[in-house]
């Protein structure tokens, strides 16, 4: 590895979780970041996916979003309890205290913040995410903004997501990284 940040980042014997709202950025970023570290990705909402052999909006019509949290917060400490990998949380994972409380212990976490713009420009026209069909989903994120920003800012790192080229993002989710775990006492890893 050629870079040295990627390299001291890639050693880091943790995980790292993208949270953030629907449209961050986190599947995307997730895979390139995996793919600079040498990396397994996994995508939380995938894995539920394929565990229940439903797709999320499936999983939240028939079962119910109950059953939907329950899948994710299994298939999230399932994941943290392997070797490091870059994990892609669904948006409500981090909102979960079990959850929150699992991933800040185990791995190291990434808010991928962004505005609303940002986020209903992104989510547009996709039918996958329920929470947005049940209404106008520029109203629905605003509200998930002011529910959940304040929970996802307990995350490790805090990078701010903009229009822009997805290596550029990546890079800067990259030295965010790496200067938070200089800063980490080494007993404390
Ligand atoms: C959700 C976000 C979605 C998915 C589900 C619920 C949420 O994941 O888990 O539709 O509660 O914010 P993404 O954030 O990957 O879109």
Known sequence: ??????????????????????????????RRLAALLDRPFFDS?????????????DIFETLGEPAFRDGERKVIARLIDGPP?????????FVNADTRAALMARALCVWL??????????????T??????????RAILGDLMEKRYPVYAEAHVTVDTRNEPSETTTARV???????????????R
């Open 45 to 57: 909402d995938a894995e539920v996916e394929r565990a229940a052999a439903l797709s999320v909006r």
């Open 85 to 93: 990998c870059v994990l892609a949380t669904g948006g409500g994972a």
């Open 174 to 188: 990259l030295a965010a990284i790496d200067a938070y775990w200089q800063t980490q006492d080494r007993t404390d």
């Open 113 to 126: 913040r962004a505005d609303l713009d940002l986020l209903v420009f992104r989510t547009e026209g996709r």
């Open 1 to 30: 590895m050629s870079d040295p940040a990627a390299a001291r980042v890639a050693a880091m014997p943790r995980t790292i979780a993208l949270v953030g709202l629907m449209g961050a950025g986190k599947s995307h970023i997730g």
């Open 128 to 137: 996958t995410r329920p929470l947005l069909m049940q209404g106008d989903p």
